[in-house]
């Protein structure tokens, strides 16, 4: 009875928590009257495609683009430098290693909508907002690399020492050792932590839309915002260019949350 009521509540809970997805789809298959039917309906009536619209009309394959070499230049950048330094908060024990680990952990606690004046006033200084996708990768950066950094620590954590040792006794560098014995063994960890990562940049706004001005390089975020007007507003076709932009992080979510577990789990239990 127990097991029971907990699998009913954790299936009421998860009920909520997906109701806003399931309401998005619904909408974007209701006509305009339908979306204003007073009770609502939970079924569309007359069913309305429009993705094919949504998709030309609103250049979602330029936003798209623009937003997937954002996320992979992020997510390059952090697994390259982030995972170095991963491995010296995992590997050695001192006063100025916790210092940096409570430094990295209070980048994380700051908010994209307090750091972006400081960054545009700094990038405008040093000309980068002349490249404008390129300052909002480096202020991406910036925000996500303390989350990866510190799901990184964790998986290169449990790795034993010892393997590492016998690496170098066998006549490999620590370089070596590092790159032969411990990313192989810490690959899962890297993999999925720079998979959240990615889709974390991938839905990335506040920089985006204080930094780029020409909207053939802006976002998907921020294409989003054509629907919403001063008079009027095209919810059915927003919620068309919603269901279009999540489906695909979606499906990618499903197909690797067995990897996505294990990897935030990897170093809680030794």
């Given at each position: 009875?127990?097991?029971?009521?907990?699998?009913?509540?954790?299936?009421?809970i998860?009920?909520?928590?997906?109701f806003?997805?399931?309401?998005?789809?619904?909408?974007?298959?209701?006509?305009?009257?339908d979306?204003?039917?007073?009770?609502?309906?939970?079924?569309?009536?007359?069913?309305?495609?429009?993705?094919?619209?949504?998709?030309?009309?609103?250049?979602?394959a330029?936003?798209?683009?623009?937003?997937l070499?954002?996320?992979?230049?992020?997510?390059?950048?952090?697994?390259?430098?982030?995972?170095?330094?991963?491995?010296?908060?995992?590997?050695?024990?001192?006063?100025?290693?916790?210092?940096?680990?409570f430094?990295?952990?209070?980048m994380?606690?700051?908010?994209?909508?307090?750091?972006?004046t400081?960054l545009?006033?700094?990038?405008?200084?040093?000309?980068?907002?002349?490249?404008?996708?390129?300052?909002?990768?480096?202020?991406?950066?910036a925000?996500?690399?303390?989350?990866?950094?510190?799901?990184?620590?964790?998986?290169?954590?449990?790795?034993?020492?010892?393997?590492?040792?016998?690496?170098?006794?066998?006549?490999?560098?620590?370089?070596?050792?590092?790159?032969?014995?411990?990313?192989?063994?810490?690959?899962?960890?890297?993999?999925?932590?720079?998979i959240?990562?990615?889709?974390?940049?991938?839905?990335?706004?506040?920089?985006?839309?204080?930094?780029?001005?020409?909207?053939?390089?802006?976002?998907?975020?921020?294409g989003?915002?054509?629907?919403?007007?001063?008079?009027?507003?095209?919810?059915?076709?927003?919620?068309?260019?919603s269901?279009?932009?999540?489906?695909?992080?979606?499906?990618?979510?499903?197909l690797?949350?067995?990897?996505?577990?294990?990897?935030?789990?990897?170093?809680?239990?030794?």
């Amino acid at each position: 009875m127990k097991r029971r009521l907990l699998l009913g509540f954790g299936l009421v809970i998860t009920g909520i928590y997906l109701f806003p997805l399931y309401w998005m789809y619904v909408s974007a298959l209701k006509s305009s009257r339908d979306l204003f039917t007073y009770p609502p309906r939970f079924l569309p009536h007359h069913l309305v495609w429009n993705v094919g619209r949504v998709f030309v009309q609103h250049e979602m394959a330029t936003y798209l683009t623009n937003s997937l070499l954002i996320a992979a230049g992020v997510t390059i950048i952090c697994v390259v430098l982030g995972t170095g330094c991963a491995r010296v908060l995992a590997r050695y024990r001192n006063r100025r290693v916790d210092v940096a680990l409570f430094a990295v952990l209070m980048m994380q606690v700051l908010p994209s909508s307090l750091m972006v004046t400081p960054l545009f006033v700094g990038f405008s200084e040093v000309g980068l907002l002349q490249s404008p996708r390129l300052a909002v990768i480096l202020a991406q950066v910036a925000k996500v690399m303390p989350f990866y950094i510190v799901l990184t620590r964790a998986s290169l954590g449990q790795i034993p020492q010892e393997l590492e040792h016998a690496a170098m006794v066998d006549g490999a560098s620590r370089i070596g050792a590092f790159f032969r014995i411990v990313l192989p063994l810490a690959r899962n960890g890297i993999l999925v932590t720079g998979i959240l990562v990615f889709l974390q940049s991938f839905g990335e706004y506040v920089y985006a839309r204080s930094m780029i001005s020409e909207d053939d390089l802006q976002t998907a975020t921020v294409g989003l915002s054509a629907f919403l007007g001063p008079n009027t507003s095209d919810w059915n076709g927003m919620m068309t260019y919603s269901a279009i932009y999540v489906t695909p992080i979606l499906l990618l979510f499903v197909l690797l949350q067995r990897r996505i577990v294990s990897g935030l789990t990897a170093g809680a239990l030794k």
